[in-house]
């Protein structure tokens, strides 16, 4: 299979922590990489390469693999954490890349 | 800074086509694959297509298939999608994106502002 899934919508109180999953068959042979997307603006790389940050991504986010579900964790969640978020993986030919549905996180 | 900005969107009629413009800036353009990736209004994020260093390979999402070409211009640090046949279900926000990965990940690092192209009569 090549499709990733992810639950369309998640809160978490402020300052609590909240985990985002994704699952598919894909995941069980490569790592997920997760998106950041606010409204309007263009999708912001935040982990890849299963628990690496990019440089200037907040130390609260951290990614982590089991099987076939790939996890993405805010510890301590912001307001600012609020948007939607998406992960990818290269789906099981490894030629193409596939995005899950997107997570819209809501701060409470 | 490592910049990537799309250009050519814009409104076509179902049928007609649109070739669309990613202009690569602060890395070394022919070392990294660059994928288009889609967003259709209030929804997820859609991987188009892909090239390679050298254009020598090419992958598309199925959807698009014998309609879109990829492809890139090394000496111009600039990438391309030509859209034909379009169809209103094309209709989205078109992101570029540096794209990288390893034996066993992948990722789309950084990405462009997008450009709309829009599907209608």
């Known amino acids: 299979s090549s499709e990733l899934t992810q639950d369309p919508a998640v809160s978490v109180a402020l300052g609590q922590t909240v985990r985002i999953t994704c699952q598919g068959d894909s995941l069980r042979s490569y790592y997920a990489s997760w998106y950041q997307q606010k409204p309007g603006q263009a999708p912001v790389l935040v982990i890849y390469d299963k628990n690496n940050r990019p440089s200037g991504i907040p130390d609260r986010f951290s990614g982590s693999s089991s099987g076939n579900t790939a996890s993405f964790t805010i510890t301590g969640a912001r307001a600012e954490d609020e948007a939607d978020y998406y992960c990818?993986?290269?789906?099981?030919?490894?030629?193409?890349?596939?995005f899950g549905g997107g997570t819209k996180l809501t701060v409470l | 800074e490592v910049q990537l900005v799309e250009s050519g969107g814009g409104l076509v009629q179902p049928g007609g086509s649109l070739r669309l413009s990613c202009a690569a800036s602060?890395?070394?353009?022919?070392?990294?694959?660059m994928s288009w990736v889609r967003q259709a209004p209030g929804k997820g994020l859609e991987w188009v297509a892909n090239?390679?260093?050298?254009?020598?390979?090419?992958y598309y999402v199925d959807s698009v298939k014998g309609r879109f070409t990829i492809s890139r211009d090394n000496a111009k640090n600039s990438l391309y999608l030509q859209m034909n046949s379009l169809r209103a279900e094309d209709t989205a926000v078109y992101y570029c994106a540096r794209d990288r990965f390893t034996s066993n990940s992948g990722w789309f690092d950084p990405w462009g502002q997008g450009t709309l192209v829009t599907v209608s009569s």
């Open positions: 990818n993986s290269r789906d099981s030919s490894g030629n193409h890349r596939v």
């Open positions: 090239i390679k260093q050298d254009g020598s390979e090419k």
């Open positions: 602060g890395f070394t353009f022919s070392y990294y694959w």
